[in-house]
Nanobody, 125 residues
Framework: QVQLVESGGGLVQAGGSLRLSCAASGGTFSTYAMGWFRQAPGKEREFVAS????????YYADSVKGRFTISRDNAKNTVYLQMNSLKPEDTAVYYC??????????????????WGQGTQVTVSS
């Protein structure tokens, strides 16, 4: 059973940057896609960014396009989310997720099987 562990969250001022990491461990790592989602207090979990692992096709929510970048380190089975020009509205718990085989659009949380515990990102104004 692959486990996902996020790290890199924290408190940052508006305009600042953070890089989130999601490391996969345990079992045999083989995945179709990885994704980042976020959930702010009182709101539903929303799509942030995702990628197909073999072809490296990436997708971004309109709200983060041009500011966030998803990347990976194959050797470390790790996916990253570089977040630049952060805004207070980016404040949320950020979750990493894995879709081990194709089961639907990688923009929708319901199509991801495995989830990390989340890491808090707080952007102050």
């Amino acid at each position: 059973q692959v486990q996902l562990v996020e790290s890199g969250g924290g408190l940052v001022q508006a305009g600042g940057s953070l890089r989130l990491s999601c490391a996969a461990s345990g079992g045999t790592f083989s995945t179709y896609a990885m994704g980042w989602f976020r959930q702010a207090p009182g709101k539903e979990r929303e799509f942030v960014a995702s990628c197909t692992w073999s072809l490296w096709t990436t997708y971004y929510a309109d709200s983060v396009k041009g500011r966030f970048t998803i990347s990976r380190d194959n050797a470390k089975n790790t996916v990253y989310l570089q977040m630049n020009s952060l805004k207070p509205e980016d404040t949320a718990v950020y979750y990493c997720a894995m879709q081990p085989y194709y089961s639907g659009s990688i923009r929708f949380a319901a199509n991801f099987d495995s989830w990390g515990q989340g890491t808090q990102v707080t952007v102050s104004s």
